[in-house]
């Protein structure tokens, strides 16, 4: 995940997240946009339109100067995401660009965020919607949702969002998924053992909760959550002394060189709410160190 927006100034404004958007319906409240995956006739299933979108999406929430965290949900009750649209998946015309970067950029991760995104799965999770369940920093539940990998089902092989999803809740409970395709769903009370959500919410209040989250999630420093969640998710892909090392090294960069390092602890002496720095080009994390 690149950190190319440090030191560098947000550029964009909120108002183009609205759209038009043809898939997608988004909403922009205060700090917080909500992407909405709205093709409810067709599950929430991920078109061509729809990959194509989601990129763009990104891309200008990245760039906001005034959105500080996303939240992913799906349109109606029944579905959040099945995944890529079986009937594009059964075309001859349909072609992947067989770049991964391209392919993948519709969701938050591999779009190379850094900002703080979650995920509230409102109904079926299956295939490639789990794609969003695990590459957004935590996801909460409907009571009603369930979730599935049913690639190998259809003929089809699980090799990415398969990989992210045994990394988040271990590699048997992920190889069960994946083998048992669309003979088991997992439900809401078992996705939250195995850590695949944080929450389980009744069913008419996800969104709203997800707000919540999401406005709480905003109060905080962006460039402190920013590097904190990126060395969380390269941790991932350190042996454990390495991301320690890592780690260690992103902090004291941090503590050195950023104000608010400082004036986290000076607002809490004070009694007051703290004023977040928004970096400026050549700001001081434009020369952080490099690993």
């Known amino acids: 995940m690149p950190l ?3 030191g560098g100034s947000k550029v964009g404004d909120s108002m183009e ?19 909405t995956l709205n093709r409810p006739d ?4 991920i078109s061509p339109t729809m990959g194509v979108e ?3 999406f ?12 996303g939240v992913v949900t799906g349109s109606g009750d029944r579905a959040f995401c099945t995944g890529a649209d079986v009937a594009t998946l059964a075309s001859p015309g349909r072609q992947r660009t067989s770049v991964f970067e391209r392919d993948l950029a519709l969701t938050p991760l591999q779009a190379g965020v850094t900002k703080p995104t979650l995920c509230a799965v409102n109904g079926v999770c299956a295939g490639g919607g789990l794609h969003f369940v695990v590459e957004c920093d935590f996801s909460i539940a409907a009571a009603r949702a369930t979730f599935l990998d049913p690639h190998v089902s259809v003929g089809q ?6 990989l992210v999803l045994a990394r988040r809740i271990g590699h048997e409970a992920a190889l069960r998924m994946v083998l048992m395709g669309r003979h088991e769903r997992v439900d809401a009370d078992r996705a939250l053992t195995l850590g695949l959500v944080t929450e389980i919410v ?14 709480l999630i905003a ?29 260690y090294s992103m902090l004291m960069a941090h503590a050195n060189l950023h104000p608010d390092a400082q004036e986290g602890p000076a607002a809490f002496r004070e009694k007051r709410e703290p004023v977040w720095i928004e970096e400026e080009p050549g700001g001081p994390l434009a020369h952080r160190p490099e690993f």
């Open 4 to 6: 190319s927006t440090f």
């Open 17 to 35: 997240l609205a759209g038009p958007w043809e898939t997608l319906d988004v909403e922009v409240d205060g700090a917080v946009a909500i992407v």
């Open 42 to 45: 067709r599950m929430n299933s």
């Open 54 to 56: 989601l990129a763009k």
């Open 58 to 69: 990104w891309r200008l929430f990245e760039d906001s100067r005034d959105i500080r965290v």
């Open 157 to 162: 092989v699980s090799a990415t969002e398969s």
């Open 202 to 215: 009744e069913n008419d209040q996800l969104v709203e909760r997800a707000k919540e989250l999401a406005h």
């Open 219 to 247: 109060k905080n420093s962006p460039t402190a959550m920013a590097i904190s969640r990126y060395v969380l998710w390269q941790g991932l892909e350190k042996p454990m002394t390495d991301a320690l090392r890592f780690g």
